[in-house]
């Protein structure tokens, strides 16, 4: 006896809590996760995650917290790790490849935060003269007539 096929329905998904997931982001970040990694943990992608923060003002006030949490994290983390002592080896000696990771890892970090706030972070090139040594020594008006 052959059975009947049924067709499968389909069940609407319960509707996701848009804010909850926007705070479990927001948070996320505020713990040192990068937005892209914090959206994953939320179960959101980060495009749609951008979308909601586009059209909605609040939201996009939160998240730059966020992210100027985040930032100041990482700051933390550089100078946490240029202080953390570097493991020794069995024959008492410091460990290069690990010192040579904390050094990629300071300078990543220091990289990262000259581009996310280069105001803050960022290298200040200063082009200015002094008084013995300006930089313009005259500038003159010249008229030619015609």
């Not at 995650?49 to 700051?75: G, Q």
């Not at 100078?79 to 024959?91: C, H, I, K, N, Q």
């Amino acid at each position: 006896m052959a059975t009947k096929r049924t067709e499968k329905t389909k069940t609407a998904k319960p509707e996701r809590d848009k804010d909850a997931i926007c705070q479990a982001v927001l948070q996320g970040m505020r713990d040192g996760l990068s937005a892209f990694k914090a959206c994953q943990a939320a179960g959101v992608p980060q495009s749609t995650f951008n979308r909601w923060v586009d059209a909605d003002a609040k939201l996009a006030e939160d998240y730059a917290h966020a992210r100027e949490d985040l930032i100041e994290r990482m700051a933390n983390d550089v100078l946490e790790l240029a202080d953390s002592e570097v493991p020794e080896t069995g024959d008492g000696k410091r460990d290069w490849q690990a010192i040579q990771k904390h050094k990629l890892q300071v300078d990543t970090r220091k990289w990262l935060l000259s581009k996310l706030a280069p105001k803050k972070y960022g290298d200040k090139l200063e082009v200015s003269g002094d008084a013995a040594n300006p930089l313009v020594q005259r500038i003159e008006r010249v008229v030619v007539k015609a």
